[in-house]
């Protein structure tokens, strides 16, 4: 069956810091790949996908490429804030990651 | 993007009471909605499907009897949880798949969860 690895956290950054939160699936066929934010308190909200192979998804300073070759979507901004402190979900259409709790600090 | 809504946001009850969780999506028609589970710290565990007008379908070990999921019109889900029990206790998010005048580029929009707690 289909599922996500996504790197455990927690991960605490200064803010400015780069990120990188990694991610790779299995996976039969060539699924959408989808980042999801989860603010403390709040449901998941979409933060970023990519539909097929190469794509690149990008908003809010972030971004992920779908890797077929290595079957990885991994997550990175350059210079994170304060209020990117969330939990970070990568996905497929209906299997989820653990989570990734980032904490940036000022 | 497109908004769902849960309700209510939180609850307690008695063990042994039943607990209905309403799901709407507020400007679009969901053609499927779907039922997640999430414990303290962990992912989303998939519970159920439905289709608008149809049975829900289970995952593995998701006891349909007790979590009694009705989809009946566009716009409304409902997870009902019978003869809740502390294990019960978790935060339900319901998620939502449609269309709005087009297909809504086959995207689930989340509600915000109900959290859950059986004393």
């Known amino acids: 069956g289909n599922s996500v690895t996504q790197m455990e956290g927690p991960v605490t950054l200064s803010e400015e810091a780069f990120l990188t939160i990694n991610c790779t699936y299995t996976?039969?066929?060539?699924?959408?790949l989808f980042w999801y934010v989860q603010y403390p308190g709040e449901g998941l909200q979409l933060l970023l996908k990519?539909?097929?192979?190469?794509d690149k998804g990008s908003n809010k300073g972030f971004e992920a490429t779908y890797r077929k070759e290595t079957t990885s979507f991994h997550l990175e901004k350059g210079s994170v804030q304060v209020s990117d402190s969330a939990v970070y979900f990568c996905?497929?259409?209906?299997?989820f990651g653990s989570g990734t709790q980032l904490t940036v600090l000022p | 993007g497109a908004v769902v809504s849960q309700h209510p946001s939180w609850v307690i009850c008695k063990s042994g009471t039943s607990v209905k969780i309403e799901c709407r999506s507020l400007?679009?028609?969901?053609?499927?909605m779907f039922w997640y589970r999430q414990f303290p710290k962990q992912s989303l565990m998939l519970m159920a499907t439905?289709?608008?007008?149809?049975?829900?379908?289970?995952e593995q070990g998701v006891e349909k009897d007790k979590f009694l999921i009705n989809h009946a019109s566009l716009t409304l889900s409902t997870l009902t949880v019978t003869s809740a029990h502390p294990e019960d206790s978790s935060f339900y998010i319901c998620?939502?798949?449609?269309?709005?005048?087009?297909?809504?580029?086959?995207?689930?929009?989340f509600g915000p969860g109900t959290r859950l707690t059986v004393l």
């Open positions: 998620s939502a798949r449609g269309f709005r005048g087009r297909a809504l580029d086959n995207e689930q929009f």
């Open positions: 996976a039969t066929g060539y699924p959408s």
């Open positions: 990519a539909t097929k192979a190469d």
């Open positions: 996905a497929l259409p209906l299997t």
């Open positions: 400007d679009f028609q969901a053609t499927t």
């Open positions: 439905s289709n608008e007008g149809s049975k829900a379908t289970y």
